[in-house]
């Protein structure tokens, strides 16, 4: 475990100064012990357990948006597990149940694969059809297509800089209205 | 969307670095400053004596512990934007203006007065106090709650009241200037009542606005 989350340390702390395939690897690496925790917040709460993937989304876009309030000198793991429980508290009071999570359910856990039997999530997607074209499409651009920040630059024959602008509101307009719903 | 496509989307936006929150905080306290104070300079402004005023520790009292309770306010909140933060360890600070406090009613008590305590105690502001301190106090606290809303506080409710209490303790600085009741029983009694009022109000909106 400890090993495990020195790697996360390291792996954030080169991801904010600019490397994004180290965040990349830190954001495939943390996605397993969510889903885990997420699956167990879920059962514990008699709620259906294939319904994690959404509450996985959730806090990684939290995860994302706030990653500035990450102090760089601290260790990565109780810092994304407090955002993880703040998240899952969330996800599970608004379908209908008050429930107490214990940090630890996130320390101890067993990474999880998406197994068989878990939903595709679809609030992200859902939300998604609300935004503003343009962004929409920089986005699905990016997440569906797999294109580069320069290919989806060129599709829309928009300026490099623009869609990055594009995709940051995108990200952050539909963490807003999750958050809302 | 599958999660492997929204990794991939969060890290083609991981060039874009939002600033630190004591920055984001500070520029709305600073924007926020100059609406409290045309508040204050319209309504109350610095009363007539303060030249010799300043010469009365009691007078300069009064801006150690509201000074003291901004600057307590402003840590803790930063500390709590922060979503692994709790007050543990952190609470004491807020002891600081208290204590200040405590120690200027001791200090008072030790002189000879020419007013009873019950006079210096009600004196002849309160309801000025009452009102200007939290009227003043709301754009700094607006201000303060949007710093924070761009941190990460897992507990909305208290980040919401230290925002209320920083506010409170910014507004009762200027406040100070303008007030002829420099008896700490004044202060411990009036003041206290405004802060805690704009506290409450403050952890009421940050229970709405400060989740993320």
Known sequence: ??????????????????????????????????????????????????????????????????????????????WLFAIARNKLIDALRRRGRRIFVNIDDFAEVIPSEPAAETAPAGEVAAQLQTLPARQREVLQSIAVEAASIKDTAAKFAMSEGAVRVALHRALASLTAKLREQ | MQTDQLIRTLAADNTHQARPVGVVLALALLAAAPVSMAIFFAGLGVRPDVMTAMHNPFFDLKFAVTLA??????????????????????????????????????????????????TRLVGSNSRVCLTAIPLISLPLLAAALLGLRHGAPTRPA?????AGLLSAGLAATLYASHCTDDS????????????????????????RVLRF
């Open chain 2, 69 to 118: 309770l901004a600057i307590s306010g402003i840590a803790l909140s930063l500390h709590l934007s922060r979503p692994e933060a709790s007050l543990r360890g952190w609470a004491w600070l807020l002891l600081i203006p208290a204590g200040l406090l405590v120690g200027g009613i001791a200090g008072e008590m030790m002189l000879p007065q020419r007013l009873p305590m019950m």
């Open chain 2, 158 to 162: 208290v980040a919401g009241a230290i």
């Open chain 1, 1 to 78: 475990m400890r090993e495990r989350e020195d790697e996360w340390t390291g792996l954030m702390r080169s991801a904010i100064s600019g490397d994004s395939a180290a965040y990349h690897r830190l954001l495939k690496a943390v996605t397993p012990v969510l889903r885990a925790a997420a699956r167990r917040g879920l059962a514990r709460a008699g709620q259906p357990v294939d319904q994690s993937e959404d509450i996985v989304q959730d806090i990684l876009l939290a995860v994302h948006l706030k990653r500035h309030t990450w102090d760089a000198n601290a260790p990565f793991a109780p």
């Open chain 2, 184 to 207: 700490p029983l004044f202060v411990a009694t009036w003041y206290t009542l405004a802060t805690s009022l704009v506290t409450a109000i403050g952890a009421l909106a940050g229970s």
